[in-house]
């Protein structure tokens, strides 16, 4: 589909919403008219079939985004299998959403979301170990298709601990409706761990914050998934008001970036935990993670000393076992400042072992990233967003020497490495459309030193433009 077609459908389909959103501006302008009485019996008689029915489902949410990057021409004395391409690029993705809820009792939640992505990343999103576009769908073991998918099928069960609740507004995979406080909290079927852990109200979410992928992400989980990023498995977790603890345990790919589970559990696995503290009343939120995952990975160490001895180029793949292991660990803090939190900082650390091959998110061993959401508040813009941030990924010894000797990845492969660390500057700005509350606007530019990890190459700038659509 041409930029000038996908531009008349973006703009096109929703024209239902955005008569909705005419409607309400225009009321509100003009102050009482007849629709001011017609919407609150809608929404009272809405209210009252999902209480008479609370089995019913229900639209949660809904979305369309639609990511065009262009990637710059960038210095490059050579290429290798896996490298950023160096002679520029023009790409786009565009993801759409349908997210449905069910109460089946009082604290027994079912959630379907049906998902399609189409487009690809600028060089083949590959290259970088922070990719530049959140939402691009690596190409897997097998060619993923451009069709609807099921992204997740889970069910959630709430056990209460007190008589306190709090109320919730609608939310994709969340119910409207009161919860309790103090709960266990039971989560089973498929989904993506990074929908409990690893959160950030600043860096979350590539559809509305950053789109760097370590920038929404820690870069060193190497979070158990499928190439679109989903499981299957079970959470459990407490939660309270001041602090929360949860465990998840969930399959992994038979290969790295693979589409298909590993079917041999006893040695193909994903642990996770993470403790969540709120101390004080300042609103700081600080996550500790863990995690150790069990697969069918190679050794980097292993695959370099092999290929010495038969005088080749090393390759992970031909030194993957089953039953190995790969552990690190996270740290997450979120700072609200002002302007009732949507002015805030956050900042992530991590590490894992580096010694394991990097199997499922990105190839990454040590990272730290930090940055700043600034709320329009300030210039009069209450509902705008200006993201800044930065990120600085590290790879292990054994994993630099596996590239510099000409050993490639899932993501990266120059054929050499000159080794520094990946330096990503990132800033967006989010423009909220006056009078249509579902659309957003938000250029941005990433600029990129040593791609790839390697300092004969770079820099590099990534020029985004995003469109977003959400009910």
Avoid: C
């Avoid at 379907?112 to 959140?134: F, Q, Y």
């Avoid at 989903?230 to 970036?257: D, E, K």
């Amino acid at each position: 589909m041409s930029r000038i077609g996908l531009a008349v459908l973006v703009f096109g389909v929703p024209a239902t919403l955005r008569a909705q959103a005419a409607t309400r501006d225009s009321s509100a302008s003009r102050g009482t008219s007849s629709s001011d009485s017609v919407a609150p019996a809608r929404r009272d008689a809405k209210a009252g079939l999902y209480e008479t029915y609370p089995w019913l489902p229900r639209l949660l949410a809904a979305q369309f985004t639609y990511i065009g990057q262009y990637l710059e021409p960038f210095n490059s004395p050579y290429v290798g299998k896996n490298s950023l391409t160096p002679h520029g690029d023009f790409e786009g993705t565009h993801t759409y959403g349908v997210y449905v809820g069910s109460r089946l009792s009082e604290n027994f939640q079912l959630y379907v979301d049906g998902e399609m992505a189409r487009g690809a990343g600028v060089s083949h999103a590959s290259g970088l170990a922070g990719l530049t576009d959140g939402d691009v769908i690596r190409q897997g073991s097998v060619d993923l298709g451009q069709a609807p998918y099921l992204a997740r099928a889970f069910v959630r069960y709430l056990i209460p601990l007190g008589d306190a609740r709090d109320t919730l507004g609608r939310a994709q995979d969340q119910l409207p409706g009161d919860r309790p406080s103090r709960r266990i909290e039971i989560k089973a079927g498929k989904w993506a761990l990074n929908d409990d852990l690893d959160l950030n109200r600043y860096a979350n979410t590539t559809r509305y914050q950053f789109m760097d992928w370590g920038l929404w992400n820690n870069s060193t989980w190497d979070f158990a998934a499928d190439t679109r990023g989903y499981t299957n498995g079970l959470l459990v977790g407490y939660v309270s008001p001041r602090w929360a603890l949860r465990f998840a345990a969930v399959q992994m790919p038979t290969i790295a970036n693979g589409n298909t589970f590993d079917g041999d559990i006893p040695h193909a696995y994903g642990l996770n935990g993470e403790l969540t503290v709120q101390p004080g009343s300042a609103g700081t939120v600080v996550r500790v993670l863990a995690y150790d995952n069990r697969g069918r990975m190679g050794i980097y160490r292993d695959a370099i000393e092999i290929a010495k001895a038969r005088d080749t180029v090393p390759d992970i793949v031909a030194d993957d076992r089953k039953g190995r292991a790969k552990y690190g660990f996270g740290l997450n803090l979120e700072q609200p400042l002002a302007d009732s939190g949507n002015t805030g900082l956050f900042l992530r650390l991590g590490w894992n072992d580096g010694k394991t091959e990097d199997f499922v998110f990105t190839e990454a061993d040590r990272t730290v990233s930090a940055g700043l959401q600034l709320a329009g508040t300030r210039w009069s813009r209450p509902d705008d967003r200006l993201g800044i941030a930065a990120l600085v990924d590290g790879l292990s010894e054994d994993h630099a020497d596996y590239l510099a000797a000409g050993g490639v990845g899932f993501l990266l492969g120059d054929g050499r490495l000159r080794y520094g660390t990946e330096n990503i500057v990132e800033v967006y700005y989010r423009f909220q459309v006056p009078h249509a509350a579902f659309i957003q606007i938000s250029p941005a530019i990433q600029h990129i030193q040593n791609p790839g990890y390697n300092e004969d190459r770079g820099p590099v700038y990534v020029y985004t433009i995003r469109l977003n659509l959400h009910y």
